[in-house]
């Protein structure tokens, strides 16, 4: 099948390089030029596991190509990917402008029938207007679908190449087959292909990630009155999880989410129920919560250090939002590291990948990075762990405390083991768990 991707940013190079995998004849194509140019040299812009291989596999073989000629991708494939960005619009709604640009382009190009599918997530009704946006441009018939996708960043390609569930919104029969069979080779052990109409496609999206979300915040209220009463968070998310009905997925307290997607899905999903009048509380106190979560750290250094920060050191572990991705979108530990530069202190940050990232689009030269975790503890008032990267779980914990100036260590995902804390002297503090304070301080 002729397939052509557009938008090749974490979701359209996954998608392009997966269907290349199975056989499929893929361009990929994006208005970034650099990035292009880049990839039809074998250079993957972004970190992610097992994604350099599959796509230097599929390259080597021609299924896969990449473009910035987008009107030329349209005209060479039957089927059309649009996996542009849909960021929050001042209105916490989802900007549609890059979807519908490329609904314009599609069908300013299109010489035949296509199959155009929104891969991007994108609000209930989305599909009509890509629909609209099309058929403004030409006669051609065009079968517009949704198919959200539900991949993980850090795990992007096992889970598109081994999907929970592919969801089809689809409007044609026809066209739901022809989608069912472009997804077969990838649900061989039974997982289900679900195929259902359009707007409920579109809303299962936000629904799943909305959900998702509403775990976490609701763990992170529950850590809030483990704290206060002297309990222990994790052993309560052992005793809640452990239920059937529940299960243990998402429910670790922590300092929030981040990324690309939860908070700029939940904040559409918002609008979305305003738009449709119909009560959001629940969702608005899930973003509520998050975002006093996130601040955490800063509530810990204040206390701990006083709100002028001049003169002290504040060591980073981990940047990126969560392990195995250099993602840094609205990631925690963009909050802490302005608000402890607001405060006047210096930040020394590591990350086993998204320290570039870090530099290029956030902090410049206004932090210092460290070329590994220990030698960002050298002289620090304090840590704070922001991203659970499996080589801080189980750190040296005598040579971290001889390396810091200072005792205070702020846990922002529970990593450390508590006793061990105790143990070594510092002064910990983490999420829904007794603080550790020596006797000393
Ligand atoms: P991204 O920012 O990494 O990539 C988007 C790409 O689209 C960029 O490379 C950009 O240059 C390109 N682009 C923008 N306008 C274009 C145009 N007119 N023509 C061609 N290319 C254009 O975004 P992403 O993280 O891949 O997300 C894409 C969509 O997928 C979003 O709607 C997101 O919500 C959704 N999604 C993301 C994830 C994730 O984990 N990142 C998971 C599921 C769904």
């Not at 030269?365 to 779980?393: F, K, M, S």
Request: proline share 5%; aromatic share 6%; charged share 25%.
């Amino acid at each position: 099948m002729k397939i052509g991707v557009i938008g090749t940013g974490y979701v359209g190079l996954v998608v392009g390089a997966g269907l290349a995998h199975t056989g499929n004849d893929v361009v990929c194509a994006d208005i970034d030029d650099e990035k292009i140019q880049g990839l039809k040299e074998g250079k993957i812009p972004i970190y992610e596991p097992g994604l350099e291989e599959l796509v230097h596999e599929n390259l080597g073989a021609g299924r896969l190509t990449f473009t910035t000629d987008v009107p030329a991708a349209v005209r060479r494939s039957r089927i059309l990917f649009i996996a542009v960005g849909t960021p929050p619009g001042e209105d916490g709604s989802a900007d549609l402008q890059h979807v519908l640009a490329v609904a314009r382009e599609i069908g300013r190009a299109m010489d035949g029938e296509r199959i155009v599918i929104t891969k991007s997530t994108v609000p209930v009704g989305t599909a009509r207007k890509v629909r609209e946006a099309i058929q403004a441009e030409t006669d051609h018939r065009v079968h517009v679908c949704s198919n959200p996708e539900f991949l993980k960043e850090g795990a992007a390609v096992d889970d598109f190449m081994k999907p929970d569930r592919v969801v089809l919104g689809v409007d044609n029969e026809a066209v739901g087959r022809e989608l069912q069979s472009l997804y077969e080779p990838f649900v061989r052990t039974g997982n289900q292909i679900l195929l259902m109409d359009i707007a409920s496609a579109e809303i299962t999206k936000y629904a799943a990630n909305a959900m998702l979300a509403t775990r976490i915040s609701f763990m992170n209220m529950i850590a809030g009155l483990c704290q206060a009463a002297g309990a222990d968070a994790d052993q309560v998310r052992l005793g809640v999880g452990s239920d059937d009905r529940i299960g243990p997925s998402f429910l670790f307290p922590g300092i929030g989410y981040g990324g690309s997607c939860f908070p700029k899905d939940v904040k559409a999903m918002v609008r979305t129920l305003r738009d449709t009048g119909i009560d959001a509380g629940i969702l608005e106190a899930v973003e509520a919560m998050n975002e006093s979560q996130k601040r955490f750290p800063l509530r810990i250094l204040d206390q701990a250090l006083g709100t002028d920060l001049s003169g002290r050191r504040i060591a980073i572990w981990g940047l990126s939002f969560k392990p195995n991705t250099d993602d840094m979108r609205e990631a925690p530990s963009l909050v802490t590291v302005e608000g402890v530069l607001e405060r006047g202190g210096e930040v020394v940050a590591h990350d086993p990948v998204a320290m570039e990232e870090a530099r290029r689009l956030h902090f410049g030269d206004r932090i210092e990075y460290a070329e590994n975790n220990y030698q960002a503890l050298e002289g620090a008032d304090a840590l704070v762990l922001h991203t659970e990267w499996h080589p801080y779980r189980r750190p040296d914990f005598q040579r971290m405390r001889q390396l810091m100036r200072g005792d205070l260590v702020v846990d922002g995902r529970n990593i450390f083991p508590v006793q061990k804390m105790v143990e070594v002297g510092f002064r910990y503090h983490s999420i829904g768990r007794p603080p550790v304070i020596p006797a000393e301080s």
